[in-house]
T-cell receptor, first 114, second 111 residues
Framework: DTGVSQDPRHKITKRGQNVTFRCDPI?????LYWYRQTLGQGPEFLTY????????KSRLLSDRFSAERPKGSFSTLEIQRTEQGDSAMYLC????????????FGPGTRLLVL | GESVGLHLPTLSVQEGDNSIINCAYS??????FIWYKQESGKGPQFIID?????DKRQGQRVTVLLNKTVKHLSLQIAATQPGDSAVYFC??????????FGKGTRLHILP
């Protein structure tokens, strides 16, 4: 499978715990995006990277959230001190340099904070 | 403000009929639009896109129409099949490569 992959697919955690998600973009896609999707809503933009540089962060991304893409390939999204309101699907997408507007999504990581 | 929305939250269509899913957008500066299909438990899947310099684009069984005058976008699916059951999102790219999604329309296929 050469699509965007995410790990884990599901995560259940207790409030206050830290969680980390991983995204592996399509090979050679230089842009990588993180979105959050709650039930019944469309995905909402969180942040994106061009290669290893984080170019933009949404105001939705509180101080408890941090994303990295150290080598310009895979990315991690960490949520510290999780809250019940963090429960959502976290989606990753990537796009190639030749067609940066077209984003291809991974299957997502569904987070449930108890 | 900038927003992308859909007129109907749920659309039920007889198998074999054509489906039309509508979308309104508010940012007249948007120059690129995308339709995504999302099946339960999966990420959005790219279906078709269209740039603002076009008013129609066809793919395999799908057609996207863009009416810039009234800021309206539609997705037509020909000969709807059970596998077309999903939530469909229209999305706009504001030129800064962020995609703004609407709330989605659930397409339900009747046997």
């Amino acid at each position: 499978d050469t699509g965007v992959s995410q790990d884990p697919r599901h995560k259940i955690t207790k409030r206050g715990q830290n969680v980390t998600f991983r995204c592996d973009p399509i090979s050679e896609h230089n842009r990588l995006y993180w979105y959050r999707q709650t039930l019944g809503q469309g995905p909402e933009f969180l942040t994106y990277f061009q290669n290893e540089a984080q170019l933009e962060k949404s105001r939705l991304l509180s101080d408890r959230f941090s994303a990295e893409r150290p080598k310009g390939s895979f990315s991690t999204l960490e949520i510290q001190r999780t809250e019940q309101g963090d429960s959502a699907m976290y989606l990753c997408a990537s796009s190639p340099q030749t067609a940066q507007e077209t984003q291809y999504f991974g299957p997502g990581t569904r987070l449930l904070v108890l | 403000g900038e927003s992308v929305g859909l007129h109907l939250p749920t659309l039920s269509v007889q198998e074999g009929d054509n489906s039309i899913i509508n979308c309104a957008y508010s940012n007249s500066a948007s120059d690129y639009f995308i339709w995504y299909k999302q099946e339960s438990g999966k990420g959005p899947q790219f279906i078709i896109d269209i740039r603002s310099n076009m008013d129609k684009r066809q793919g395999q069984r799908v057609t996207v129409l863009l009416n810039k005058t009234v800021k309206h976008l539609s997705l037509q699916i020909a000969a709807t099949q059970p596998g077309d059951s999903a939530v469909y999102f229209c999305a706009e790219n504001l030129g800064d490569d962020k995609i703004i999604f609407g709330k989605g329309t659930r397409l339900h296929i009747l046997p």
